[in-house]
């Protein structure tokens, strides 16, 4: 799949704006208010199939069915949101609002990951596209930019997850009509095991390198 | 500045676009498949057969014995994970309660066989680590089904 990140996108104060817009929108917090903040939440701006009016209003997909009609039904569905949620995503790559995360989270790269603020880039481009990110990755470590062992804990990060955006809110999107939490808790859950498994692989290449150590000193 | 940057509308269009193609080619046809597998597993037995032998391992994680479906598919392919995990749930197989609890198993470990290639071997990671790196994913995927629970009986 295609990113559409550019190497030189400006990042203004339009971009920081812009970014916190839409992570609103994502989060699902105003999904159950009553008042004007309803108005940025996903959930209500998807909003709902009109009713056919059979005795239990039920929608277009009726109720009962089964197998690839069924399937299908539901897949139609579950465009909509999907076609909603990567337009916002682009126009928050439009305005720098990518970039925008990167400038924020690069410093904690380091603390968090143990890897080179560097890697931001690749960072978001693995949010959208497995093939980019590991792409990008490939080439931080053949400039030199990070160590092998910079690239396995960064790898552990994408795999596991990879390509999250396009995954939550594409294929995930079958599942948001079943949601009993905020939108953006699940999402949330993923990224903490992702930062977790990254530290599980960065402990035992330590670990790894350190026994070699010893042993070529013996 | 250099850039020429597209107007706000057109930005939606092109990201509309792409989740336009990602919906119909990517996940419709997943979608599709995962509805066909559970209306066989359904008719042939399958699905009750399989329930009944998952079912002490599934309630390990507090999911029921079908679970093992979407855990399964999943680690070939999210897309396929989802779509049996919305089959299921459709059908009353599994509750909104397992299919929100799930959902970041399903992506945590989805697609592993596939996305070891795609960004373990393009990145050219070392293949010393690709089984660890196998494990950690789906040790992800598991640890998350405890999380989510905990977080779902939190949040009432």
Not at chain 1, 202 to 207: A, D, K, L, P, S
Not at chain 2, 23 to 47: C, E, H, Q, Y
Request: proline share 3%; charged share 10%; net charge positive.
């Amino acid at each position: 799949m295609d990113s559409n990140i550019k190497q030189e996108t400006n990042v203004t104060w339009v971009s920081y704006l812009v970014l916190f817009i839409v992570i609103v929108i994502f989060s699902g917090i105003f999904a159950k208010s009553t008042g004007i903040f309803k108005a940025v939440d996903f959930g209500q701006l998807v909003g709902d199939f009109g009713k056919i009016p059979f005795e239990k209003g039920y929608n277009f997909r009726g109720t009962g069915g089964s197998g690839a009609k069924d399937g299908f039904l539901m897949a139609l569905q579950l465009t909509p949101p999907v076609i909603l949620a990567l337009g916002i995503v682009s126009i928050c790559e439009g305005y720098g609002g990518l970039m925008a995360a990167h400038r924020l989270l690069s410093p904690l790269f380091r603390p968090l990951l143990g890897i080179p603020g560097i890697c931001g880039l690749a960072f978001i481009a693995s949010l959208q596209s497995t093939d980019t990110g590991g792409g990008m990755t490939k080439e931080l470590f053949d400039s030199g930019f990070i160590s092998d062992q910079e690239r396995t804990i960064f790898c552990q990060f994408q795999l596991s997850g990879d390509a999250t955006i396009t995954n939550y809110f594409g294929s995930g999107a079958a599942l948001f009509p079943f949601l009993i939490l905020p939108l953006g808790l699940p999402l949330l859950v993923i990224f903490f095991f992702k930062i977790l498994g990254a530290n599980i692989m960065r402990f035992i290449i330590n670990m790894d390198f350190k026994r070699q150590a010893d042993n070529t000193a013996h | 500045m250099a850039e020429n940057r597209l107007g706000i509308l057109d930005m939606f269009v092109a990201g509309a676009r792409r989740g336009f193609n990602i919906s119909m080619t990517g996940m419709l046809p997943n979608v599709v498949m995962a509805f066909v597998v559970i209306r066989f597993l359904n008719l042939s037995g399958l699905l009750t057969l399989i329930s009944k032998i998952a079912a002490p391992l599934m309630a390990v994680f507090g999911l029921p014995g079908e679970a093992v479906v979407v855990l399964v598919t999943a680690f070939m392919s999210t897309g396929g994970g989802c779509g049996s995990a919305a089959a299921l749930a459709a059908s009353g197989s599994i509750s909104y309660v397992h299919a929100t609890q799930l959902l970041p198993c399903i992506i945590l470990m989805g697609s592993m066989i596939q996305y070891m290639g795609r960004c373990l071997g393009t990145a050219d990671a070392s293949r010393k680590y690709w089984w660890l790196h196998c494990v950690i994913s789906v040790m992800n995927g598991l640890l998350a089904l405890w999380v989510m629970k905990i977080l779902i009986l939190f949040t009432g």
